[in-house]
């Protein structure tokens, strides 16, 4: 790996990087000026910042396959960025690197009904690929709360999910193909718009890589039919430990929901507060359960959870009328995020997973925490697949704060492995928890990850310094290069 450039030679460096640039992408491609890269400094995990070498906003593939070309035959690194909203640092700048936005590619392609898909560009927004079709009673079915703003090739690259992740799956279930373009500028094609794809799951590979191994510059996802009808439950309880077990009920009865969200008390003030979703003040946590399908199942099934809650002591029981109402419960959980803004000048957003039954005893924990560090914690999850979004409230402002809110997530995220759970459900490693991979991994499976990067990316360009605790060279590792699908070894076919 090279070492840093001393800052004189750091700025002669910029203005050749800026100047070659501008003959790849020509027009305002090309941000350089110190004001117009203050935007690009950070993404959604704000306290960090850094302000690259310059920005470069493609708008054909041709070009990025150009740029990403250039600067692997002349050792400058690339941050891919899309909408900026990662949780993780995953699109976090580089000081002697530049960013790659991809936010001109911000077109749908083409939506194909008879095969239930879209061909959209990396740019366009998670909500805007329902938006095109929801006339024809198509939607897509990943929901990140941040839908109306991150783009789909964000959600590739960090295997998003969302609410209703529980019943039809992340970002890697819903998408049948991508284009990508390889650090080299070599343009590949993975998948397409059938069922599965011949070969090894490189798509699979790709999907959740966190900018690591190519740039997405095309994505065909797949259609859903709008179901007949959906049913949401607001179901209030005096304790988290009691809607924690009702979540497990619910699964173990064999009814699975199209979404399961959890709130404590905390999240749902705020939420409350922000958005008027009628959410019971009285109650220590709330579950969001809804049901879709044909009329008749979502009437039984509703039942069922009713009674199932019930059982556990449940305060409130509320079923939607209409899909007003629906929306209004779904509403304040969508906004739970900036909502808890109003209660604390800043909060830290964690991300982890854990088995369903160790939810009550995972809560109860992360509360002991909280009085330990001296930090309160409002917990915001999808209940239903064990993804939590402890956030942890914090002011920058006072001394050592912000040092305890990150001791206080990592504590949270090394009690997730321990119980049995990973440390990311669906916003990536990036730099946040880089350094906890060890928790999980051992050096041996670190080192094989690290192969899997050396065959798309031999030199280290894209993206370095995220996911790896230690980034090793190539040769350290044994380096296996990848090229139009072929390995290198003499006896194996090319194509």
Known sequence: ??????????????????????????????????????????????????TPLAVVLPETTAQVSAVLAWCQANGVKVVPR???????????????????????????????????????????????????????????????????????????AENSGGVHCLKYGLTTNNLLGCEIVLMSGEVVRLGGKGFDAAGYDLLGVVTGSEGLLGVVTEVTVRLLTKPQAARAILLGFASVEAAGATVGDVIAAGVIPAGMEMMDRPAIVAAEAFVGAG????????????????????????????????????????????????????????????????????????????PRRQLPHVLSA?????????????????????????????DADKPGQLEAAEAFGADILKLCVAVGGVLTGEHGVGV???????????????????????????????NPGKVFPRLHRCAELGRVHVHRGATAFPELPRF
């Open 82 to 156: 899309g909408a900026g909203t990662s949780l993780s640092g995953g699109a976090l700048p580089l000081q002697d690197g530049i960013v790659l936005g991809m936010a001109k590619f911000n077109r749908i392609l083409d939506v194909d009904h008879a095969n239930r898909c879209a061909v959209v560009q990396p740019g366009v927004t998670n909500l805007a690929i329902t938006a095109a079709v929801e006339a024809d009673g198509f939607y897509y079915a990943p929901d990140p709360s941040s839908q109306i703003a991150c783009t789909i090739g964000g959600n590739v």
């Open 432 to 462: 946040e928890k880089r350094d906890l991979m060890g928790e999980m991994f051992s050096d041996t499976d670190l080192a094989c990850q690290q192969r899997v990067k050396c065959a798309f990316d031999p030199e280290l360009l894209l």
């Open 279 to 354: 959410y019971p003040m009285d109650a220590e946590a709330l579950l969001i359960v809804e049901l879709d399908g044909p009329e008749a199942e979502c009437a039984e099934l509703s039942a069922h959870v009713a009674e199932l809650a019930r059982a556990r002591g449940a305060t409130t029981i509320r079923t939607s009328q209409s899909e007003a109402e629906r929306l209004a419960f779904w509403a304040g959980r969508k906004a739970a995020f900036p909502a808890v803004g109003r209660i604390s000048p800043d909060y830290y957003c964690m991300d982890g997973t854990i």
């Open 366 to 394: 992360i509360g002991q925490m909280g009085l330990e560090y001296g930090l309160g914690v409002a917990n915001v999850f999808h209940a239903g697949d064990g993804n939590l979004h402890p956030l942890i409230l914090y």
């Open 1 to 50: 790996m090279k070492m840093p450039l001393p800052d004189a030679a750091l700025v002669a460096r910029k203005a050749e990087i800026v100047r070659a640039l501008k003959r790849l992408v020509p027009g305002e491609g090309v941000i350089g000026d110190p004001a117009g890269l203050i935007p690009f400094r950070s993404d959604g995990l704000s306290a960090y910042r850094q």
